[in-house]
C-alpha cells in the first residue's frame, strides 16, 4: 500500500476490523459456554491465522495464557490434514501437548476460510472445558506421572466434515467426560467462536477483496514487529541471565527444579535471543510444560518491558529467537505429564523478568503469586456436579508503583477468569464464607509487594477435592532489597473447629459436609530497601488494612499508630 493519507485510514479500519474479529469470536465462545469457569470467567481464546500459519491476530480482552498455543498447534493441523483436501465447513479439533497444544482439557479447534476455492485463513478458538477424563475431575492432576492419566489425548482430526458432524467424535468425547453435557455444550461454544470469525473474514475479503485484503494483513505484521524491533533496542546490549526456582512437582519431594534463561539483547537489528537450555530435565510430576505453553511465558516476558500498545500477532514473534531443549521441564519428551505447566510457565516469566530488569531497569519487578485452581466435585455416587476455579495472590513490586494485589500471576488472565460467588453459590452447594486480602502478605519495599487473598469455602455436602499451589515453599523473591512476599497456605477447618493441612499438590481428597476449605495465596516480592518507603505510604498502608503497625515499626521502620 503507498502511504497516502486514505490508505493509512484504510490500514488503520483494516487492524481494528481484524482484531475485533478475533474478540468478538472469544466472546462467543464465552457467553455460548457451559462450564461456569468460561462463562463466568471468561477463560477463551480466539484467533485468526493465514494459511502459512502465521498469527493474524489474537483476542485481548480473554485471557492472555494462551498466546502462542494456535500459533503452534496449527503446523500439526496442517501436517496430519493437508491443506489442499479440506473442504468447506470442515472443523478441527486438537489437544496433543507435545505438538502445539495445552493438556488433555484445553481443546484448539481450528476452521479453515475458502477464497476462490483456495484456503486463505484459519480461526481458531480455545477453551479449557470442564472435564475431558483423567484420573481427577476438572483435569487437576497433580499425581500424574504421565499424559495418560490427565484425559483423552487428541491428534488433529475432524470434528465437522463439510459442515456436518463427526458423530464418532462426537460421541467419543461426551463419553469421556464425567459432565458430557456441559463438554459437549463447550465444544459448541468453541465451534461457534471459529464460524463468527470466518464470517467476518469472508465480510472483510468481500469488502476489500482477496488480494488487498491479505496484502493489508502483511503491512499490519511488518508494522508490529518494526515496533517490537524499534523497542527491543532499547534494551541496554549485553548477556543477561535469570532463573526461578519452583517448589516441586509434588511427587519428588526432594527435587525443586530450576528454570533458566540466558538472554542476548540490543542487537542492531532488534532481535534478541532467550536460550532456556540450561533449564533442568523434566519432571515426573504434572509441572512440565508443552512448549507451545513455554513460549507464551516466554513472549509475555518480554512484551513488558516494551510498548504494550504493540499488537498481539507474528510481528511480536519475529524478532524474538526462542530455544528450549528437548527433554527439559520446558519441552519434555512424551509421554510427559503437562498438566500443571502453568507452575513451569510462571517460572519462565520470572526468569525473563528476573533477566531483564537488568537490561532495563526502569522497569524492574519482583516475584510474583501464581495461580491456584481447585477443583471441587460431587463424589461418583452422587448426582454429578463439578467447579474449576482459580485463585491469585499480588504481584511483585515494580520501579515505580506497588504491586497489584489479588490479581494474579503476569500471563494468567488476574481475576477477570475467577467466577463470581454469586452464581455459584446458586447452583453449587458450597458457601463462599470469605475472600479477602491477608494483610503482611505483600513483601515490604520501597515498592511494596501487591497482597494474597484468603478463601474459605464450606461443604454443604461430601466433595471430592484437588488443587495445584506453588510458592508455598519458596515465597515470591524480593528483589534489590525487598522482603520475599507471604507464602501461601491450604488447609481444611473441620465441623468442630481443629485444623486439618492439605497438600498443595493432590487430587482426589475428601472434604466432609460442614468442612471449610481454607486456601490463601501468596503476596507478592517486595522491590527496594523497605525503609526508603514514603512515610506517608506507609502510613497509608496500615490505615487501610494492607500493613500492620506492627509491620510498619519492624520492616518500614515507621511508628505509625
Not at 467476518?200 to 496484502?215: F, N, P, Q, S
Request: proline share 6%; charged share 25%.
Amino acid at each position: 500500500m503507498t502511504e497516502n493519507a486514505d490508505d493509512r485510514l484504510e490500514a488503520e479500519i483494516l487492524r481494528h476490523a481484524l482484531r475485533i474479529a478475533a474478540e468478538e469470536a472469544s466472546i462467543v465462545v464465552v457467553q455460548s459456554a457451559h462450564s461456569a469457569m468460561i462463562a463466568e470467567g471468561a477463560d477463551a481464546c480466539a484467533g485468526i491465522l493465514d494459511r502459512d500459519g502465521r498469527l493474524v491476530t489474537l483476542s485481548t480482552a480473554t485471557n492472555l495464557m494462551h498466546a502462542a498455543s494456535l500459533r503452534c498447534s496449527l503446523p500439526a493441523v496442517l501436517e496430519d490434514l493437508p491443506i489442499d483436501d479440506m473442504q468447506p465447513g470442515d472443523v478441527f479439533v486438537m489437544n496433543d501437548c507435545f505438538r502445539g497444544g495445552i493438556h488433555a482439557n484445553d481443546l484448539l479447534v481450528f476452521q479453515p476460510v475458502f477464497r476462490e476455492g483456495r484456503v486463505e485463513w484459519f480461526t481458531g478458538t480455545l477453551i479449557h472445558v470442564s472435564d475431558l477424563g483423567g484420573s481427577s475431575a476438572g483435569g487437576i492432576v497433580p499425581a500424574a506421572t504421565d499424559v495418560f492419566a490427565e484425559g483423552l489425548q487428541l491428534p488433529p482430526v475432524r470434528l465437522y466434515s463439510a459442515g456436518e458432524p463427526v458423530e464418532d467424535l462426537h460421541r467419543l468425547l461426551a463419553l469421556n467426560s464425567r459432565t458430557p453435557d456441559r463438554v459437549m455444550g463447550d465444544v459448541g461454544a468453541l465451534v461457534a467462536g471459529v464460524h463468527v470469525a470466518a464470517e467476518r473474514m469472508e465480510d472483510l475479503a468481500d469488502r476489500y477483496g482477496t488480494a488487498r485484503l491479505k496484502a493489508g494483513i502483511d503491512a499490519y505484521l511488518d508494522g508490529a514487529e518494526m515496533r517490537m524491533r524499534d523497542e527491543l533496542r532499547q534494551l541496554a546490549p549485553g548477556t543477561y541471565r535469570g532463573e526461578y526456582t519452583i517448589d516441586g512437582d509434588g511427587i519428588e519431594l526432594d527435587r525443586e527444579p530450576v528454570v533458566r534463561v540466558v538472554i542476548e539483547a540490543g542487537s542492531e537489528d532488534g532481535s534478541i535471543q532467550l536460550d532456556f537450555s540450561s533449564t533442568d530435565d523434566q519432571a515426573l510430576g504434572a509441572i512440565n510444560a508443552g512448549f507451545s505453553q513455554a513460549l507464551t511465558g516466554a513472549l509475555y516476558a518480554v512484551r513488558c518491558f516494551v510498548d504494550p500498545t504493540i499488537p498481539m500477532n507474528e510481528g511480536c514473534f519475529t524478532p524474538v529467537d526462542v530455544i528450549f531443549r528437548k527433554g527439559s521441564l520446558l519441552d519434555p519428551h512424551a509421554p510427559a505429564a503437562c498438566g500443571g505447566r502453568v507452575v513451569a510457565v510462571t517460572a519462565v516469566c520470572e526468569a525473563v523478568v528476573d533477566a531483564l530488569s537488568r537490561a532495563k531497569p526502569e522497569l524492574a519487578t519482583a516475584a510474583s503469586s501464581v495461580i491456584h485452581p481447585y477443583t471441587l466435585a460431587a463424589p461418583s455416587r452422587l448426582e454429578p456436579w463439578l467447579l474449576l476455579s482459580y485463585e491469585y495472590g499480588g504481584l511483585g513490586g515494580r520501579a515505580g508503583s506497588d504491586g497489584p494485589s489479588a490479581t494474579g500471576s503476569f500471563f494468567l488472565g488476574g481475576r477477570n477468569t475467577v467466577p463470581q460467588i454469586e452464581p455459584l453459590e446458586a447452583s453449587l452447594p458450597i458457601i463462599f464464607e470469605r475472600q479477602s486480602l491477608l494483610p503482611d502478605s505483600g513483601g515490604a519495599g520501597r515498592w511494596r509487594g501487591g497482597l494474597g487473598v484468603e478463601t474459605r469455602i464450606r461443604m454443604l455436602q461430601e466433595t471430592e477435592f484437588a488443587l495445584r499451589s506453588d510458592r508455598v515453599n519458596r515465597p515470591p523473591r524480593g528483589r534489590e532489597g525487598g522482603d520475599d512476599g507471604m507464602a501461601g497456605d491450604q488447609y481444611a477447618v473441620e465441623a468442630d473447629g481443629r485444623k486439618r493441612q492439605l497438600p498443595p499438590k493432590a487430587a482426589n481428597l475428601r472434604l466432609a459436609a460442614g468442612e471449610t476449605l481454607v486456601l490463601t495465596t501468596s503476596g507478592g516480592g517486595g522491590l527496594g530497601n523497605p525503609h526508603e518507603r514514603d512515610r506517608e505510604r506507609v502510613a497509608e498502608d496500615v490505615a487501610e488494612g494492607a500493613v500492620s503497625p506492627q509491620m510498619a515499626a519492624e520492616r518500614y521502620g515507621a511508628g505509625v499508630s
